[in-house]
């Protein structure tokens, strides 16, 4: 469905926005890909379904030589690899970087904040797709941390896991925060055999958004709420919730 300007409402701390400087579809911009995957003991039953998962993530997603990925894991520590446009290449080495413990929140952290130095960096879309259970009992950073450093740096955060349904981890919650704060979406599965249709609704959305701009009600430093409603409410429209004004 195309989306014109005239069918939404949006919200800044509540108040509406007198006015949308820009808002056009963003689909073909190129798409900076990071990889996160939870290499520690809590998945290692899991490991080899996730990798499975992240390379048929990436081979169909992704466009050669327009866009990019980087593959990272993480237990106590971040084992990261270079970013590449070739999407079939998953390093070899990419394994089990720690046993015991897991710093979910630093890995996630690190990995919005770190200077990347990739390709068009001002023209391209950064996703972050992380594979874990969302368990976390090692990480110097809060939850709070890594979603407020993900919001600064324009990341969109989409989470996979897989478990009993009849049980909901704590982890899971993390996960959804960490999705629904940046304009993303979690997902809990049974089995990561499932995880096809994750990858055909994540591709739908990657290739279905928009970039909408407006002057900020409010000149004040810091983070700001925001909420895109459509007119027709028959329309699902996900949307980051909150974006930063710097430079005061």
Wanted: hydrophobic content about 35%.
């Amino acid at each position: 469905m195309d989306m014109r300007s005239q069918q939404v409402h949006v919200y800044s701390d509540a108040a509406p926005v007198p006015s949308i400087n820009s808002f056009y579809e963003e689909g073909d911009l190129p798409l900076r890909l990071f990889v996160l995957v939870d290499t520690s003991d809590s998945v290692t039953s899991d490991f080899l379904a996730e990798l499975k998962a992240t390379d048929q993530f990436a081979a169909r997603l992704l466009r050669p030589r327009i866009d990019h990925i980087s593959w990272s894991g993480f237990a106590a520590h971040m084992q990261t690899y270079p970013e590449t446009s070739q999407p079939s290449l998953r390093p070899a080495n990419l394994g089990r970087s720690g046993i015991g413990q897991t710093a979910l929140y630093d890995a996630v952290y690190e990995t919005v904040t770190r200077e990347t130095g990739g390709p068009d960096e001002r023209l391209s879309r950064k996703v972050l797709f992380v594979l874990s259970d969302g368990e976390d009992n090692w990480s110097r950073r809060s939850l709070n941390d890594a979603i407020d450093a993900a919001r600064a740096a324009g990341f969109t955060i989409y989470c996979v896991t897989a478990h009993n349904p009849r049980s909901e981890p704590e982890g899971d919650m993390s996960l959804r925060q960490l999705a629904t704060a940046t304009g993303g979406r979690a997902y809990i599965l049974s089995s990561y055999d499932h995880i096809g249709g994750v990858l055909d609704q994540v591709e739908k959305e990657l290739r279905s958004q928009y970039l909408l701009t407006f002057s900020p009600p409010s000149a004040t430093c810091g983070l700001h709420s925001v909420m895109v409603v459509p007119f027709d409410h028959a329309v699902e429209i996900r949307s980051k919730n909150a974006y930063y004004v710097g430079g005061c």
